[in-house]
């Protein structure tokens, strides 16, 4: 469920054709980060946080969904120095892409639930599971 205090352009920004933009990001020249990893370490210039609202409904017999994608203003952040890294903007408009794959995914499974109004419980259980991070 999206939060009443969430707009889109306001916090948030929900996925569209429309690509983002470094402007799109807090920008920080303090917050580089490093990672460890099984060879070593890697520094993060940038981080996309997005997240997926999904919200369903019965009214008498008709199901009802919507499935949202947002990335997140202000949680999302670049350090000032990769601002001109065109190749990196493209790599974290990627997350923001492959957030709204599994939206969609989500949007199929509500779609082929058969009597969804009947098992609303089970709807419940599959959205909030992990389950949709196994959709291949």
Request: hydrophobic content about 40%; aromatic content about 12%; overall charge positive.
């Amino acid at each position: 469920k999206i939060p009443p205090e969430i707009k889109n352009g306001d916090s948030v920004i929900f996925w569209s054709s429309v690509p983002l933009l470094w402007e799109n990001y807090t920008i920080d020249s303090v917050k580089v980060k490093k990672r460890k990893i099984k060879e070593g370490t890697i520094t993060l210039n940038a981080v996309t946080t997005t997240a997926i609202f999904v919200n369903f409904s019965c009214l008498e017999k008709s199901f009802y969904y919507h499935v949202q994608t947002a990335f997140s203003k202000k949680k999302s952040w670049v350090n000032r120095e990769a601002l001109n890294d065109k190749t990196l903007l493209h790599h974290e408009q990627l997350h923001f892409d492959l957030t709204e794959l599994y939206a969609r995914k989500i949007r199929k499974v509500l779609t082929g639930f058969s009597n969804p109004c009947l098992n609303k419980k089970s709807i419940e259980r599959v959205v909030a599971s992990s389950w949709f991070c196994k959709l291949r």
